[in-house]
């Protein structure tokens, strides 16, 4: 049964890091409830039960997942939890605790603790894995490292130790530090091991199917295969190892060789089938085995995978990422397959009628056949839900190109698609191309035009020639932010091309017609806009008597008496009416104020105009809305009629 560990650097690195991860490509399949850990603790699949476990480091515990990556289950009670492994019939889960120095036996369907193993050492253990019928693990300091077993077979009851220390086949230099452990089921009882020390990078081949342990293959490390070694893994079918997710190095008569790379990654997991799944940044990439380019690769958000492990099946890899809460079990599917990739270019624009190429190319890195059949559709105004054109087949680059005469206008999609095959995945690609329409004529009448207070205009919208659409909806737009642009009428047009409604002028006013086009001719709109000026009235109070001087009517008023005016306005918050004075002097008019004054709630505004104490003079006043100047733009500047008054004894 495969397992995955990582080096103490990494655990530490990712232990105290805060950048969050969020799995966003396609092939990631997300859990309702998704398992996760407050620090990476190990992690482990096992294929009996479908079953992903997590080992929660920090809070001493184990979580299950189902292979969707859903919690189903957790544990506590395993203190400093660092590394998991399961039997090789999947019944029972393995964990370091090292805090507490032992190794834990829980049984793998309901996580029931079954046995716990004391380790006699204050370092560790650290890393597991299950081998020869036997829990082998790792033990011990950056300066000095070894390996142990338990043998579950052993009762203790019968006065034997199951646990044996020191089975490291070599001393003198040995392993430096707590060592990687890797296994693989096509070769049972071998042992892959990694120092994790500061002083080498050294790696052992340990052969564990018999009673003593015995080396395989040996590298004292002195930095010639490898710089440094933070995760390792044996090669299905070889006698090969991984290191670091990228160099590979064979062994042979006890040494190592260097035998190529993957391109460059940190870690990695190896399928039964000796598909290469790495991590290489934000990128989990999928190899097949000595390939140049991958198969399939994820995205796995800004900080990639701190860990990883594959299916027993090869059916999907398991993720390890980090999240804003910890680390969660993202699930990688459908490795295996290859993701083509797909273009489609169509011209940015193009006449409607007329003949139109679209042209693509369609590429893998697991090669294509060529001749490959791909569906074509198009998708436009008459036909929203698209409609299939004549499949186009890909030459031997895997280009590909067909004609088109698009009988609508408007954007027209062109959709290609390759249903994929055994070995690739289907893919879908679009190009859109802006092909013209006509412009149709619409006028609306009323534009610039004036209006008293409160009468209702007609507008009327007229419509030219168009191919389907005769429906024209008419908006009405009045000034002042308090009123919003109001549909006031969507109809067909007559039989003339008209369509009329009333709008009562109550302020200034844009009418809009829009004609939202069909699939050859485009939309348009138009817009009127209309003037209203305000209503406005004032009269006089406090005078004896009205006659005429000439034509004009005045009011008369005892010299000593005050002259009052209210004037009554159309309101609006924070207007003000201007009231403009002048005085008759030697037969003329003679402007003597202008002021402005607020207009209440109700309309009114009522101003004392005082009284010259003397007779004989003549005056006369208006009240005015200035557009603008009275405190607000939603009329039009309107002036109210002159009163004209006298002062007499």
Not at 156 to 177: C, E, H, K, M, Q
Not at 219 to 238: A, E, Q, R
Not at 603 to 612: E, K, R, T
Request: charged fraction near 15%.
């Amino acid at each position: 049964m495969r397992r995955r560990s990582i080096s103490t650097a990494t655990s530490l690195a990712v232990l105290f890091s805060s950048v969050a991860l969020c799995a966003v490509s396609a092939g990631v399949a997300s859990a309702v409830t998704p398992a996760s850990v407050s620090s990476p603790g190990g992690i482990v699949a096992d294929g009996a039960l479908h079953r992903v476990f997590l080992g929660d480091r920090t809070a001493g515990k184990i979580v299950a997942a189902d292979y969707t990556g859903a919690l189903v289950d957790s544990v506590s009670g395993i203190s400093g939890v660092s590394d998991l492994a399961v039997s090789d019939d999947g019944s029972t889960l393995y964990a370091t605790a090292e805090t507490t120095h032992e190794i834990v036996a829980l049984d793998a369907a309901t996580l029931d603790v079954k046995a716990r193993y004391a380790v006699a050492t204050t370092t560790g253990p650290r890393y597991v894995a299950f081998a020869g019928g036997k829990v082998w693990f790792t033990y011990g300091d950056q300066w000095d490292g070894n390996m142990g077993s338990v043998d579950p077979a052993v009762d203790p009851a019968d006065g034997t130790n199951p646990v044996a220390l020191g089975r490291f086949p070599r001393s003198g230099p040995g392993i430096w530090g707590p060592g990687l452990l890797d296994t693989d089921p096509s070769q049972p009882g071998v042992l892959a091991v990694g120092e994790t020390g500061l002083s080498t990078d050294s790696m052992a081949v340990v052969d564990v199917s018999g009673a003593t342990p015995s080396m395989t293959a040996w590298y004292n490390g002195d930095y010639t295969l490898n710089s440094g070694i933070s995760d390792i893994d044996l090669v299905p079918g070889g006698s090969q190892v991984l290191v670091d997710g990228a160099q590979k190095d064979a062994y042979a008569d006890g040494k190592f060789t260097a035998v190529g790379a993957y391109p460059a990654g940190q870690r990695a997991d190896i399928s039964a089938t000796g598909l290469v799944a790495q991590v290489n940044g934000t990128k989990v990439a999928v190899y097949r085995p000595d390939a140049g380019q991958p198969v399939r690769s994820y995205t796995v958000g800004s900080s990639g995978a701190v860990d990883l492990v594959w299916a027993p099946d090869s059916s999907r890899i398991f993720a390890l990422t980090q999240t804003s809460g910890g680390y969660t079990v993202k699930v990688l599917t459908d490795p295996s397959m290859n993701v083509p990739t797909l273009t489609v270019n169509a011209p940015s624009s193009a006449p409607r009628a007329k003949a139109l190429t679209v042209t693509g190319k369609l590429s893998a890195t697991v090669p294509l056949p060529s001749g490959v059949s791909l569906r074509v559709t198009r998708t436009d105004l008459d036909n929203p839900a698209g409609k299939a054109l004549a499949s186009v087949a890909t030459k031997s680059d895997g280009s590909f190109s067909f004609k088109d005469t698009p009988p609508d206008g408007g954007n027209v999609k062109y959709t290609v698609s390759y249903a994929g095959d055994a070995t690739h995945t289907s893919v879908s690609a679009s190009d859109t191309v802006a092909v013209s329409r006509t412009t149709p004529t619409l006028t609306l009448n009323n534009n610039g035009k004036l209006y008293d207070y409160g009468k209702s205009v007609v507008f009327t919208a007229h419509l030219g020639s168009t191919y389907k659409n005769r429906t024209v909806e008419i908006w009405a737009d009045p000034y002042g932010s308090d009123k919003p642009n109001k549909l006031l009428k969507s109809a067909k047009v007559n039989s003339s091309g008209n369509l009329s409604v009333a709008v009562g002028m109550t302020r200034d006013t844009t009418v809009s017609a829009v004609f939202k086009g069909d699939a050859r001719t485009a939309p348009k709109t138009v817009k009127s806009t209309g003037y209203a000026r305000v209503k406005v009235s004032s009269t006089l109070s406090k005078y004896y008597r009205t006659g005429k001087i000439g034509s004009t009517t005045y009011y008369y008023f005892h010299k000593n008496t005050d002259a009052i005016d209210a004037t009554t306005m159309t309101y609006y918050k924070g207007r003000r009416q201007r009231l403009d004075l002048q005085v008759f002097y030697q037969g003329k008019w003679y402007t003597t104020d202008s002021e402005y004054f607020s207009v209440g709630t109700n309309g009114q505004s009522i101003v004392n105009l005082g009284h010259p104490g003397e007779s004989g003079v003549r005056a006369r006043v208006r009240s005015a809305y200035i557009n603008g100047g009275s405190g607000d733009t939603v009329n039009s500047t309107t002036y109210g009629a002159w009163k004209y008054f006298y002062f007499t004894n």
